[in-house]
């Protein structure tokens, strides 16, 4: 059974900085991509980084190039993502997901149950 | 970037009645790379439908999706009560994108 627990959220002031973890099980790690997909309060799904299998290429959506940073530990088949200079609009619960293969096909089978990140003074 | 503009944003049905989504993207979703997922409050997103007709694993056939190139459907033919929640499409043509979500609400 596939299983993904994130873990690592909380409420933080802006511009901190904090780096969330996702445990996966259930599958071989290093042969599938994964991505972070976030969700504000009450609003819709925002895919927000993706690391390839293999050459590990990694992926970011404009709104958090440059300040968020996606690796993974195959050793641990964990995934991470750094965060620094949060901003309120970063607040929401992130979503570590599995993809349906190595690279270039995110479609995300198998989710875990998300952690919630707070950004506010 | 491809946008993805779902319809309505929220619909009101009776139990065993027919509920058409629909998913519309600004520009042509190559190789119908085009998802849905279920979202009950407080969970993550569960995977329905993906290549725009394929049902994934453990899906009932109750939901079915169809369309190409820019105008997507997902189709629940008789709803039950655990189906009244919120549903996205997601194109994975390379990059992605989400749309909005509708939202299946018991009239």
């Known amino acids: 059974e596939v299983r993904l627990l994130e873990s690592g959220g909380k409420f933080i002031q802006p511009g901190g900085s904090l780096k969330l973890s996702c445990t996966a099980s259930?599958?071989?790690?290093?042969?599938?991509?994964m991505s972070w997909v976030r969700q504000a309060p009450g609003k819709g799904l925002e895919w927000v980084s993706g690391?390839?299998?293999?050459?590990?290429?990694?992926y970011y959506a404009d709104s958090v190039k440059g300040r968020f940073t996606i690796s993974s530990d195959v050793s641990e088949n964990t995934l991470f993502l750094q965060m620094n200079s949060l901003r309120a609009d970063d607040s929401g619960v992130y979503f570590c997901?599995?993809?349906?293969?190595?690279?270039?096909?995110?479609?995300?089978?198998?989710w875990g149950q998300g952690t919630l990140v707070t950004v506010s003074s | 970037e491809i946008v993805l503009t779902q319809s309505p944003g929220t619909l009101s049905l009776s139990p065993g009645e027919r509920a058409t989504l629909s998913c519309r993207a600004s520009?042509?979703?190559?190789?119908?790379?085009l998802a849905w997922y279920q979202q009950k409050p407080g969970l993550a997103p569960r995977l329905l439908i993906y290549?725009?007709?394929s049902r994934a694993t453990g899906i009932p056939d109750r939901f079915s999706g169809s369309g190409s190139g820019t105008d997507f459907t997902l189709t629940i033919s008789r709803l039950q009560l655990e189906d009244f929640v919120v549903y996205y499409c997601?194109?994975?043509?390379?990059?992605?994108?989400f749309g909005g979500g509708t939202k299946v609400e018991i009239k």
């Open positions: 997901a599995k993809e349906w293969g190595a690279i270039g096909t995110p479609l995300f089978d198998f």
């Open positions: 259930g599958f071989t790690f290093k042969k599938f991509a």
């Open positions: 690391v390839a299998a293999g050459d590990g290429t990694k």
């Open positions: 520009q042509s979703v190559k190789n119908n790379y």
């Open positions: 290549a725009a007709s």
């Open positions: 997601q194109q994975y043509d390379g990059s992605v994108t």
